[in-house]
């Protein structure tokens, strides 16, 4: 099964990040042009996520040729809980799989070879450690992940 993948327009930015967070491809468009935009998401295959209802008159997506969903609410939780209700998106099993700053793909790393980089709590009380190939940024489970989770499941329910 192929996950859905999308391309977040930068007034609804933080819907990248908590799609990058239930392991989505969730690229952030920070340009101005939206000819741009739109050519980027149907020449990688991305739903189209914005607050611009203009998009929604393009030949391209009347015709069926890119998915857009439009939001006209401000509130980012509310937003979040629409796009889970529309395409029925679940978190995965496998956690941390993107960075949240630059949605790369995460590899686990030695728990030794970041003892330098994470709070020694952390270090103490953790086992399984991921980092980011690009910015190099070390992701853990932990009490901040189960807090999101939670949240996200809140999302679902509303
Ligand atoms: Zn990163």
């Known amino acids: ?4 993948r999308f391309i977040v327009d930068q ?5 990248a990040r908590w799609l990058r967070l239930l392991g989505y491809d969730a690229v952030f468009f920070t340009g101005e042009d939206d000819t741009r ?6 020449a990688e295959n991305r ?14 997506v009347t015709s069926g040729s890119l998915k857009v969903m439009t939001f006209e609410t401000e509130d980012a939780e509310v937003q979040m809980g629409q796009l889970l209700a529309q395409f029925q998106l679940v978190g995965l099993s496998h956690p941390f799989p993107r960075c949240l700053e630059d949605n790369s793909l995460l590899r686990p ?8 980089r994470v709070p020694r709590y952390t270090f103490e009380s953790q086992e399984e450690f991921m980092e980011c190939p690009m910015c190099g940024r070390v992701y853990w489970r932990g009490t901040h992940w189960q ?8 999302f679902r329910n509303q």
């Open 1 to 4: 099964m192929e996950l859905p």
């Open 47 to 60: 739903i189209l996520l914005t607050r611009d209802t203009a998009i929604q008159r393009r030949r391209v």
């Open 147 to 154: 807090a999101l989770k939670r949240r996200l499941a809140g």
């Open 37 to 42: 935009m739109v050519k980027q998401a149907l």
């Open 109 to 116: 790393i030695d728990k030794l070879a970041i003892e330098k």
């Open 11 to 15: 007034n609804v930015g933080k819907l």
